[in-house]
Nanobody
Framework: QMQLVESGGGLVQAGDSLRLSCAAS????????MAWFRQAPGKEREFVAH????????RYADSVKGRFTISRDNAKSMVYLQMNNLKPEDTAVYYC???????????????????WGPGTQVTVSS
């Protein structure tokens, strides 16, 4: 079992930066891949970024590539999403997620993840 709690959201202007954090409970955090998703009003939840258990490999949605960076600190059971050059279209509720241990399901689909945080709102004004 794993519990996730996001923090760090807020209201910013276009071009600003934010750093989201996700605190995970559970003694086996370091064994899990982790991901960030987001959901804007009236839209489906979409993949943002993924990081494997060691942090050595990351993947990003094309819409955030070059602007967002996912990272993790296994000693602290934390996952981060550094968001730079934010755009109004980045406005959404951001969720961190973890799959079942040893899952091989495709990383970009919400259905592939078993554990979710409650989300944190990010609003970018133009």
């Amino acid at each position: 079992q794993m519990q996730l709690v996001e923090s760090g959201g807020g209201l910013v202007q276009a071009g600003d930066s934010l750093r989201l954090s996700c605190a995970a409970s559970g003694r086996t955090f370091s064994r899990y891949a982790m991901a960030w998703f987001r959901q804007a009003p009236g839209k489906e939840r979409e993949f943002v970024a993924h990081i494997i258990w060691s942090g050595m490999t990351t993947r990003y949605a094309d819409s955030v590539k070059g602007r967002f960076t996912i990272s993790r600190d296994n000693a602290k059971s934390m996952v981060y999403l550094q968001m730079n050059n934010l755009k109004p279209e980045d406005t959404a509720v951001y969720y961190c997620a973890a799959p079942d241990l040893d899952s091989t399901a495709p990383m970009k689909f919400p259905q592939s993840y078993a554990y979710w945080g409650p989300g944190t709102q990010v609003t970018v004004s133009s």
